[in-house]
Antibody
């Protein structure tokens, strides 16, 4: 079955960097686009970034542009999110989500990891 | 960017109740509307895609309808495991956006 396991979260000071990973298994990773979605404590869901199956297309939410970089290693079945210049408002649980795109639905987040908590605080 | 607005934000309900949650888009999104369920402390799960297509394993008491800008999620008879927060999400265009969520709790 599809499994996504995030790691790399923790407490980090404002202005510092952090790299999140998402290990995928149970499906052909290189055949799927992937996304990062975050959820601030007690708040709703916010899409953060998208990467196509072959890394040819990357898209970011305005809040992430210029500070976050999404990447992947298909040989290692792993998705990454490199976050820099972190702000207090980046505090959230970060989920990786598989993109189950088909023409009828376009992007749907059809499988999610359990999330990793990033806390930005001095 | 497309804004998604759900109503109500919260709802006190009882087992067996019929519940309808509304999601409105700031512009037409055709049928590119998806619904997710999130139980406390858990990751969201996809319930319905493309307005009305139930994902495998989702009980038939869940249904979705709508088109253009107005959509609904209906639960015909609430079960104890349905007390959760529900989010709509538009997949019409990037940046993908979610509604603010509707929390169902026990009356």
């Amino acid at each position: 079955q599809v499994q996504l396991v995030e790691s790399g979260g923790g407490v980090v000071q404002p202005g510092r960097s952090l790299r999140l990973s998402c290990a995928a298994s149970g499906f052909s990773f290189s055949g799927y686009a992937m996304n990062w979605v975050r959820q601030a404590p007690g708040k709703g869901l916010e899409w953060v970034a998208f990467i196509s199956h072959d890394e040819s297309n990357k898209q970011y939410a305005e809040s992430a542009k210029g500070r976050f970089t999404i990447s992947r290693d298909n040989s290692k079945y792993t998705l990454f999110l490199e976050m820099s210049s972190l702000r207090n408002e980046d505090t959230a649980v970060y989920y990786c989500a598989r993109d189950g795109w088909v023409e009828a639905t376009r992007t749907i987040f059809d499988s999610w990891g359990q999330g990793t908590l990033v806390t930005v605080s001095s | 960017d497309i804004q998604m607005t759900q109503s109500p934000s919260s709802l006190s309900t009882s087992v067996g109740d019929r519940v309808t949650i509304t999601c409105r888009a700031s512009q037409s999104i055709s049928s590119y509307l998806n619904w997710y369920q999130q139980r406390p402390g858990k990751a969201p799960e996809l319930l319905i895609s493309a307005t009305s297509s139930l994902q495998s394993g989702v009980p038939s008491r869940f249904s979705g309808s709508g088109s253009g800008t107005d959509f609904t999620l209906t639960i015909s008879s609430l079960q104890p495991e349905d007390f959760a927060t529900y989010y709509c999400q538009q997949s019409y265009s990037m940046p993908y956006s979610f509604g603010q969520g509707t929390k169902l709790d026990i009356k």
